[in-house]
């Protein structure tokens, strides 16, 4: 049996939430059928396919929370970079090689980011487009981005319809939108240095002018 371990997040560009990474630890060939990029599942797919890596896999899971994301002295590179090792250092990945989905445009450099936050043996390997190429970081993909639905279902029934929490869906937009209207300030969810908050805020005080 050759355990390796795979590596992928999900929710880096959402304007709501945090950011989750997981990683996956096992043989390739116990891997259920199936596994890919998340995208391209159904979210029931995702929940099934959780399960059954969970039921052959160690699996380690970090949250990279708004607050981390908001913060000045940090850029989304370096989260990322930390998220990756934070999930792996949830699993024994020690004497293991293994992949990670390339999160910067320096793939190498990645992957060496990743390798210089962690204690002990470990050969890291940064690809882009990894959870395509590779089941292990295709699952690591399933089990980061039920995380995030999960995550975004607990906004959802604190704040009612939030949408994906991406910028380009118009439920979230809306949401930001209605929530700047009705109580003059962003949802604590925000990612407050995200552009598109600065818009939605820019524009009601416009429109707060105009109303005057």
């Known amino acids: 049996m050759t355990r390796r371990f795979g590596v992928d997040e999900a929710g ?8 989750f990474a997981a990683a996956v630890v096992c043989d390739p060939a116990d891997l259920p059928a199936g596994v890919r990029d998340s995208k391209r599942l159904s979210p029931a797919r995702r929940d099934e396919l959780d399960a059954a890596i969970r039921d ?7 949250e990279v ?6 913060a000045p002295e940090t850029d989304m590179n370096t989260l990322t ?27 190498a450099r990645f992957g060496r ?10 050969d890291v390997v940064a690809e882009h487009g990894a959870d395509d190429a590779h089941e292990i970081v295709g699952a690591a993909s399933v089990v980061a981005k039920v995380a995030r ?4 279902a607990a906004l959802a029934e604190e704040y ?3 949408g994906s929490g991406y910028p ?9 939108r209605e929530h700047v209207s009705e109580h003059g300030t962003l949802p604590d969810p925000a990612r407050e240095s995200w552009r598109t908050c600065d818009d939605v805020l820019a524009a009601a005080s416009q429109s707060a002018l105009d109303d005057f």
């Open 12 to 19: 880096k560009g959402p304007v709501l939430g945090s950011m």
């Open 56 to 62: 052959v896999a160690d699996v380690g899971v970090a």
């Open 65 to 70: 929370t708004v607050e981390e994301i908001d």
């Open 81 to 107: 970079v930390a998220a990756h090792a934070r999930a792996l250092a949830a699993v024994d990945y020690d004497g293991l090689a293994g992949v990670v989905d390339g999160g910067d445009v320096d793939a």
């Open 113 to 122: 980011r990743v390798a210089s936050r962690l204690d002990g043996d470990v």
């Open 149 to 152: 639905d999960d995550h975004v």
């Open 160 to 162: 009612g319809d939030v």
């Open 168 to 176: 380009g869906d118009e439920r979230t937009m809306a949401f930001l």
